[in-house]
């Protein structure tokens, strides 16, 4: 079946912007997170979606950062008047959330870069 | 908070090497542990997992053991190949409220292999 896709793949994009990160889990998951990747930081968690369920928005860095998940199914991340420090690959994954060792399946990740 | 340290990079090895990278963790509870791969160009994919101490993950001639007493899910391999050259992430996530959590990601470490 399909997995999770993200759009667009890459975003470049100019400080000051707003920028909007698309994410399509695999059908049927009912959890949903958003990581990122810098060069530096590894991976960081950003907000996490479980059903119906109050986000956990405890990774995001500013209030600039913001998602919301439609439908319990796609997710569109937010960052307003970006910052050449919100370069990145912003990653989306989703799960079965059934317990803790669920398995994570990871998009292929948009990667955006502010000039 | 919970955490994962992982062996920096880059590890260089020459095919049929053997390999290790050492992971080690710190979480209150019993966290399930995961180590992900990251090909070049490609999407984060699983590795292999494990879910509770002593369990034993594997998948394409990696492993990896839970040690709790120790704190480590250490990767190995016995034989590496070029095609193994790419980034491993070690990460865990807590069970919470009968669902699982973000992952946690160590820094991840860059293996280059040689013919």
């Known amino acids: 079946g399909a997995g999770v896709s993200q759009s667009p793949s890459n975003k470049v994009t100019e400080k000051g912007k707003d920028v909007e990160l698309r994410c399509d889990p695999i059908s049927g998951h009912t959890a949903l997170y958003w990581y990122r990747q810098s060069l530096g930081q590894g991976l960081e968690f950003l907000i996490y979606?479980?059903?119906?369920?109050?986000?956990?928005k405890s990774g995001l860095p500013s209030d600039r950062f913001s998602a919301e998940r439609t439908g319990g199914s796609v997710s569109t991340l937010t960052i307003q008047r970006t910052q050449q420090e919100d370069s990145a690959v912003y990653l989306c994954?989703?799960?079965?959330?059934?317990?803790?060792?669920?398995?994570?399946?990871f998009g292929p990740g948009t990667r955006l870069l502010v000039l | 908070g919970d955490s994962v340290t992982q062996m920096e990079g880059p590890v260089t090895l020459s095919e049929e090497a053997f390999l290790t990278i050492n992971c080690t963790y710190t979480?209150?509870?019993?966290?399930?542990l995961f180590w992900y791969v990251q090909y070049p160009g490609e999407g984060l994919q699983l590795l292999l997992k494990?879910?509770?101490?002593?369990d034993k993950g594997s998948n394409k001639g990696f492993e990896a053991t839970y040690r709790k007493e120790t704190t480590s899910f250490h990767l190995e391999k016995g034989s590496v190949q070029v095609s193994d050259s790419a980034v491993y992430f070690c990460g865990l996530n807590q069970l919470a409220n009968q669902a699982g959590t973000a992952l946690i990601f160590g820094k991840g470490t860059t293996l280059s292999v040689s013919s």
């Open positions: 979606f479980q059903g119906n369920s109050a986000p956990d």
């Open positions: 494990a879910t509770k101490a002593d």
């Open positions: 994954a989703s799960s079965l959330q059934r317990g803790g060792g669920e398995t994570q399946y």
């Open positions: 979480a209150t509870g019993y966290p399930s």
